[in-house]
């Protein structure tokens, strides 16, 4: 069985004696080496952290256990959060598990059926508002304000705590931070706590060096990039749909003590990636999780120098909720009668 974030990094995590230790077997997620993409690129070792492996399929498994050990620990019965999807599914799984209700505010037809799916399959009140992302979060932390509910949007710090510990994962894999950490940036979370982790593993000594980390939202959602708020965001990476992030200050100086930076890509850049890392390495990521390597792609493309380097890029959550985006641009595939002449014919040993 595997222990699951809070046994396993509970010296690193607000965990007290009072705090239940539960899973349903986040974290311990698989860091491929992808030596196609490597040549593809011209990069001395790559690496895809599969977030997408998590109970839910995303990396917000594994703040959202801490979120909701603390609710539990303090009493809560209900738990709240607004979502591009992610969110929403781990927050209404996790509840489940716990017999917790969970409220999401979702915006309307900008969510992946994959993640509604979730979020209804777990029976958690849904609300989808005729609005964006930073609307549904503006509501949701004025409610959580008002009313006994906890908010378990990464605004909650120990979802950051257990976030951290992907960062944890990639030093104790590979012996040492890498040189580069390539991130999906959307309410900027995440990027807070690889941080955070990689910082407080070098405290600890288990690290002798912390890597650049390098943050990518998408073109048309990207406030950190632009230095402004974003109004009306717009990206194929739904879940990175976010025009004014809360962590905004924390990944910028995640970005400026790390010597990273905070850059964007197109959408065109995102599925060129996304299809790349099916077709290289069989890795079905979704959108979002492709903008770490269309950014790789495009500094190296702009002449930066990957090739001594080890670079590990955040796959955040699995394709699979998103299949939408996929099968809309797919090619036609053959159709033929159950007929062995006939399908022989057609692979061309007719
Ligand atoms: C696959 O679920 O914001 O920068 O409400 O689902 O920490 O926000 C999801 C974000 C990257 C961006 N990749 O992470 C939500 C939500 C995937 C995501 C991000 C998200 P943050």
Redesign the pocket.
Known sequence: MKPGVLVKYKDFLPVTPETPLFSLGEGDTPLVRCSRLEQEIGCGELYLKLEGCNPTG?F?DRGMVVAIAKALEAGSQTIMC???????ASAAAYAAHCGLSAIIIVPKGNIALGKLTQAIVYEAKIVAINGN?DQALSIVRSLTEKHPVTLVN?VNPHRIEGQKTAAFEIIDVLGNAPDYLFI????????TAYWQGFVEYCQAGRASRKPSLMGFQAEGAAPIVRGRVIKKPQTVAS??R?GN?ASWQQAVTARDESGGVIDMVSDEEIMAAHRLMATKEGIFG?P??AAPLAGLIKLSQQGMDFSTKQVVCVV??TGLKDTDVVLKSAQPFLELPADLATVEQALGWG
């Open positions: 995303s917000k607004a979502s591009t999807g992610n969110t929403s992302f990464s999906p940036v959307g309410n900027a979370g995440n990027i879940a990175i976010i992030p979704e979002a999780s955040t959550g």
